[in-house]
């Protein structure tokens, strides 16, 4: 009885994936709006009926890849500022960090990034406060470069935000396949955010 159980529960595990990124990929091709359930379940590869086994509805779908986007974001943001080094390295490792992920999953990102006015306001604030989470790390690093005399911006949090704003706008117009790869876009964002929070030499 318990492999049965594993096995259903492991098919059901699979098809709420399938789901998720046939959603993805129809809300960035369509916007929220445009997509159907039925586009969704048919890129899956399941009927429309098996949406509704795992999600109560399309916003629900939604909610839980913007959850679940902004929390892997959350999670490498924060391990890429405890590591150890000065505040020039670890703000360039954040933004390297952030600029990879709006870069290999622009997709996602785009989604999780410009489709959130199709939640509801409940899930709208628990989305939010996982982003001023995000803003928070960022901010913070930025802070404790001024305080130690690293760097010279007059403004922290505002910095933090641009800095923030430019790994978002990439996920905008990225597109694989171009001559610019995720890694050098990174590497080429950590040295702006090292211009942009005055970064002594």
Known sequence: MNEVRTG???????????????????????????????????????????????????????????????????????????????????????????????????TTARVINYELAALTDEHIREVAGLRRAIDTVMREVVEEGVRSGDFDTPDPAKTATALLSLGIDLARWYRDGGTWTPESLADFYADLALRAVGARP
């Open 8 to 106: 259903t529960q492991a098919r059901g595990d699979r098809s709420r994936a399938r789901l998720l990124d046939a959603a993805v990929q129809a809300f960035s091709a369509k916007g929220f709006h445009g997509t159907s359930t039925r586009d969704i379940a048919t890129a899956a590869g399941l009927s429309p009926a098996a949406v509704y086994v795992h999600h109560r509805s399309k916003e629900e779908l939604l909610h839980a890849i913007a959850m679940r986007g902004h929390e892997v974001i959350l999670e490498a943001l924060t391990e890429a500022v405890r590591a150890d080094g000065t505040p020039a390295e670890r703000v360039a490792a954040a933004v390297r960090t952030y600029v990879l992920f709006h870069a290999r999953s622009h």
